[in-house]
């Protein structure tokens, strides 16, 4: 167990609706990372938030949005999806900026 | 051409095997080369990490990096039926703030009694 904890674990929704997954870090990191999981794209870098300011942005969509609590914990907002959405997305945390990432256990979102 | 290129497999050996795990990347700014095992439908896990060229030892496990040839490797000693799973090498890139994990494909594997 990383200490990354993922909300929820699973989510079925349909085309055009929005959802939000949640996370929270390991105790202590001011790092939080998002990255969807698919199976013709892999492993991708979505975005990186340290401290509740966004510090890097991969391949995110402008209908995903991301934001950092005050309590550190993050939330990923996907929105108009649709059926390629389909993924795993997972969260990680790292004590800082440029430390090793812990990931959480990931929330498998289907659309239909 | 992807940043990071990994031999998808799958990668099928008795147990008690030597592995050799490989991935090539093009990116010159890569500085740490990271190690992740996955099981099925679980997130990545930290195996280990090697900071620029040279060997790192932990267990069974050892990474290599070459920089030069961009080439990184893991191999696994003594391979246990526990060890099937896929690996991912991800070249992590830090500049400016920023942290990036560029994952490989990933290769599964399974190593069977």
């Known amino acids: 167990d990383s200490g990354v904890t993922q909300t929820p674990k699973h989510l079925i929704t349909a085309t055009g609706q929005r959802v939000t997954l949640r996370c929270s870090p390991r105790s202590g990191d001011l790092s939080v990372y998002w990255y969807q999981q698919s199976l013709d794209q892999g492993l991708q870098f979505l975005i990186q938030y340290y401290n509740g300011e966004e510090r890097a942005k991969g391949n995110i969509l402008e209908r995903f949005s991301a934001q950092q609590f005050p309590d550190l914990h993050s939330e990923l907002n996907l929105s108009s999806l649709e059926l390629g959405d389909s993924a795993l997305y997972f969260c990680?945390?790292?004590?800082?900026?440029?430390?090793?990432?812990?990931f959480g256990p990931g929330t498998r979102l289907t659309v239909l | 051409q992807k940043e990071v290129e990994q031999d998808p497999g799958p990668l099928s050996v008795p147990e008690g095997a030597i592995v050799s795990l490989n991935c090539t990347y093009s990116n010159s700014a890569f500085q740490y080369f990271m190690w992740y095992r996955q099981y099925s439908r679980k997130g990545p896990e930290l195996l280990m990490y090697t900071y620029s060229s040279g060997n790192k030892e932990d267990g069974r496990f050892t990474a290599q990096v070459d920089k030069s040839s961009k080439y990184i490797s893991l191999f696994i000693r003594d391979s246990q039926p526990s060890d099937s799973a896929t690996y991912l090498c991800a070249p992590r890139e830090v500049s400016g703030g920023y942290n990036k994990l560029i994952f490989g494909a990933g290769t599964r594997l399974a190593v069977h009694p």
């Open positions: 990680a945390s790292s004590p800082g900026l440029s430390n090793e990432q812990f």
